[in-house]
C-alpha cells in the first residue's frame, strides 16, 4: 500500500504503468520508451501524457519523452533499450550515490555489491 500511496503522490494526475512487469527492475522502460507513443486523447482529463500505439495500455510522460526527443539524452537511452547491462551498470553507482549522501563509512569497509538474479543463479 504504501508504494503504491507514494507513486500516487510523485505522479499525481497521471496514469498507467510504464511496463507490463511494473514490479521488477529491467530496462523495459527503455525498451519501450523507443517504441512508437502517441498522447492520451479524451475523455482524459488529467495531466498530459502517451500512451503505447501498439496496445494504449502503457504510459509516458512528457518528461519521459524527453528522453527520446533530445539527442543528448536518446544515446543513453538507446543504449538502455539494447543492452540491460549496461543499465544495471550505470544506474549502481548512482543510486548506491544518492542512498549514501551524508553517510560516513570506514576506509577500510568495502561496498556492498549485491547479485543479480541472473548472477545468483550461477
Known amino acids: 500500500m504504501f508504494w503504491e500511496e507514494l507513486i500516487k503522490v510523485i505522479w499525481f494526475n497521471f496514469d498507467g504503468p510504464w511496463s507490463p512487469q511494473a514490479y521488477l527492475f529491467t ?3 527503455y525498451e519501450n520508451l523507443m517504441q512508437n507513443w502517441h498522447v492520451r486523447p479524451p475523455p482524459w482529463s488529467g495531466n498530459k501524457q502517451y500512451q503505447d500505439d501498439e496496445t494504449n495500455e502503457l504510459m509516458m510522460t512528457p518528461s519521459d519523452m524527453t528522453l527520446k526527443e533530445y539527442p543528448e539524452f ?3 537511452t ?5 543492452d540491460q547491462d549496461a543499465w544495471f551498470r ?3 553507482p548512482a543510486y548506491t550515490k544518492l542512498l549514501e549522501l551524508g553517510i560516513t563509512y570506514p ?3 568495502k561496498p556492498m555489491v549485491f547479485k543479480t538474479l541472473d548472477e545468483q543463479a550461477n
Open 78 to 82: 538507446k543504449i538502455y533499450a539494447k
Open 90 to 92: 550505470d544506474f549502481a
Open 27 to 29: 530496462n523495459d522502460f
Open 74 to 76: 536518446l544515446k543513453y
Open 107 to 109: 576506509e577500510d569497509q
